[in-house]
């Protein structure tokens, strides 16, 4: 039992263990057992029980913390030292706070404040600031603060010191003041660095993460965020507060169903900490509701309200009744109910400073336009489009689509359309910070509202020239800037190696820890791309299709661009100089059309038996021209073709087309694309490249016989076609043939591959290369395929060689058959050695195989893309 009395000595070397438990809490828990099993004095013992309350609140234990702090404050009020007593009262209260009893922790800190003096006065200070923090209470935190980093810095206390910039730099934080939270995140970092502080040196890594997620650098933010995850499970530590804003980082990116699978799995590990568990549930229920999921998102909003009401938390408590509103109107629900109640809680949020009050009065304007109540919606718009100067990319462009839309409402059509542009203007900017392609084209989703608003208008006004310029300036985009060049990072190449080599083996014999250290390296390759920093927006600017140089480039060729508006097909053409626009029908029959086919062009491709069976190629081919092409197909006349689809097109067959069939025909991503790629030149060094992958008896003739027609052609195969040797040779090369089983996966298209000799050749080897072959044709099953994603992009094999240089590709939508695909390359190549362009070269090879039904099939299942 303690005694009465301690020295000072003794207490001043025990002092060490605060710090110890935030730094080493597991190292300080053990420190106190060891002095309290000593039976030490009043004074040593109420240290000893401090610390290890802070070390078990640090691990999530808040209940047994107050428990051990409550010991310890009887122990203070015993030795009859009041700066102990204010010290042990300070860290009692920030615990109350955190386990949502704020009006006892007000009280508690209250009375310390009252007893410190000096130093310990900014301690105290610094602990009520976090429970005013924690309250929402955000402008009196700061003025706690303030004062402690004064008091703090004259005393020379330079690891509190840190403690107060830390939380003053998260709450400038929170009221958009980034650049002063990062001079305060910055100081904090080198204080904590300095005293040895490892656990809070990890906050502060971590509160960095979130400077350049609030800039909207969000592959910095993820490095940021990497670094203090590795920095906690180094003092065995697991922050909640971590699966919080790496779950917000993911959402910004497009990644809402990781960021739910995250922060669910974090409620699932989260104890006793009862203000953690509210904050955790807010930001599943913020998660799910941009996933889709507005049932979700309703059950884990109502609970976070429900704690955080409890907890008095009102800051909380109405963002949380933002989420349930808008999770309401998610499902389906509109009316004057709902926009009294949303208008209602954009006004507290207001008045709160949080910053979904600008979301809050666009779903307020949202739903006045529906009611019909144009002033209000006038007001609500107003209030929605306001915004900083210094405002990150997506906040502008969230306030540029409430201008757009009050813009609309007012039929002021100018405005609206300058809103629209700088919208996706600032949606550029953030797009561009990313290396990734995935997050890239992710992020255009964001964009999907403020381009249907603007084509929308170019229907309304019949102005199909508006309607081709609307269609491009959000279509594709991620294929539209220069990659990010990861050939030079030797650790991605490792993983990569890593991988083949594991998959190779799993084809071999499969085995469960095998498949498990695949996913292991697909998450790590995956990871690291994601973190990879994207381009400056003034260093690169995004493609802007400009109509003259089109009509110039395009000569005797006729364009036709697909534009899907509010579900329906229409064709923009392009021919001489001249553009119209036809209405063609529903998007979703099309899309229909589109799988009969693909479905007809598989069993053609290996059951030669059955080859009658079903509708003829020749009937499926017309159904799906009118669904496609409608009335546009009429102005071709016997001109070259090409088409630009939308992304859920893109799998479509083209040979099948009636009006199609016979003539070159190049698909693009984009017209801007297309111009893009007529504009490549072809090497100097006229390098062929053959390559065959393990497997293959025919592709094997067919390699063989296409070494014959190039004797100086680079010939991979037979253990040669490793991934390393082929990148190697096929960066910069003229013409480049690959043989090879061809994998799409629907679920991570970027791990979309070529079988070669040592595994899989994936989209992250090809995105290595400095510059794609010119021309390359995959003679591959599935080749061509790409997953729409975002607004109107494309990830695939295919399409990621377009922005690396490739001029035209070659590549099936569909499975083929291998023995009726070899004599079609050879008659593709023998026309591209005679001058033809790939798609006049596939278009003269495929009149060439007409006559058998399966050679046909082949024939039809490719598609030339690019120019």
Known sequence: MPSAGGSAEAAESLENLLPLALSRPHDAIASARTVLARGPAYLEASIAHQAWGISLRQLGDVTRAVRELRTALRLAERCGRSEREADVLATLGATL????????????????????????TGRVLLRRADVLLVLGRHREALDDLRSAITRLRRSGDQVWEARSRNYRGFIQLALGGTRTADADFAVAE???????????????????GLVAYARGDLPAALRYLDEAGRRFAAVDVVWPDLAIDRAGVLLAAGLSAEALAELDQAIEAEGGTATKRGELLFAAATAALAAGDPVAARERAERARRLFSAQRREWWSVRSSMVLLEARYQSGERGEQLLRRVSAVAGRLDALGAAEASAAHLLAGRLALAAGRRRAADRQLELAGRHSKDAPPMARSAAWLAKALRAEARGEQRRMLSACGRGLDALDEHRLAMGATELRALATGRG?????????????????????????????????????????DAHLAGELAALRDVVRRLDAA??????????????????????????????????????????EALGPTVLVELVEVDGVLHAVVVRDGRITQHEVGPLAAAALEVERSRFRLRRLAHARGHAQLGPSLDVLGTRLADAILGPAQEVFGDRP??????????????????????????????????LRARRLRPPSDRRVVLVLGPGLSAGRAEVLRLAEQYPDATVLADGDATAEKVLRELDG????????????????????SLRLDDGPLTVYDFERLRRAPYRMVLSSCDSGLAKPVGADELLGLSS????????????????????????????VHEQLR???????????ARRESAGDPVADAAGRSFVALGA
Request: include cysteine; proline fraction near 7%; charged fraction near 25%.
């Open 97 to 120: 706070g955190r386990a949502g009893r704020t009006r006892e922790a007000l009280v508690r800190l209250d009375r310390a404040v009252e007893l410190s003096r000096g130093a310990l």
């Open 190 to 208: 080198k204080l904590y660095a300095a005293t040895g502080q490892e656990f809070e040196y990890a906050e502060a890594r971590q509160n960095r």
């Open 448 to 488: 999907a509202e403020l381009a249907a608003l603007a084509l929308r208008d170019a229907l309304r006004c019949d102005d199909p020239r508006r309607l081709l310029v609307w269609g491009e300036r959000w279509r594709a985009t991620a294929l539209g800037v220069p990659p990010v060049r990861a050939s030079d």
């Open 510 to 551: 499969p085995d469960p820890s095998l498949d498990r250290e695949r996913r292991r390296l697909e998450k790590a390759v995956r990871d690291r791309t994601l973190r990879a920093a994207g381009h400056s927006s003034r260093a690169v600017r995004p493609d802007r299709l400009d109509v003259d140089e089109l009509v």
């Open 641 to 674: 073709v090409v088409v630009v689809p939308p992304a859920r097109l893109q799998a479509l067959p083209w040979g099948l087309l009636p009006a199609l069939g016979d003539r070159a025909v190049n698909v693009a991503p984009s017209a801007a694309t297309w």
């Open 733 to 752: 090369a003229w013409i480049a043939h690959i043989a090879a089983h061809g994998t799409f996966r629907a679920d991570s298209p970027l791990f979309s």
């Open 800 to 827: 990621s060689l377009i922005p690396l240089g490739a001029a035209g590709i070659l590549a099936s939508v569909v499975p083929v058959n291998d023995p009726a695909t070899t004599p079609l390359m050879l008659a």
């Open 834 to 844: 005679a001058g033809e362009s790939l798609a006049a070269g596939f278009a003269t």
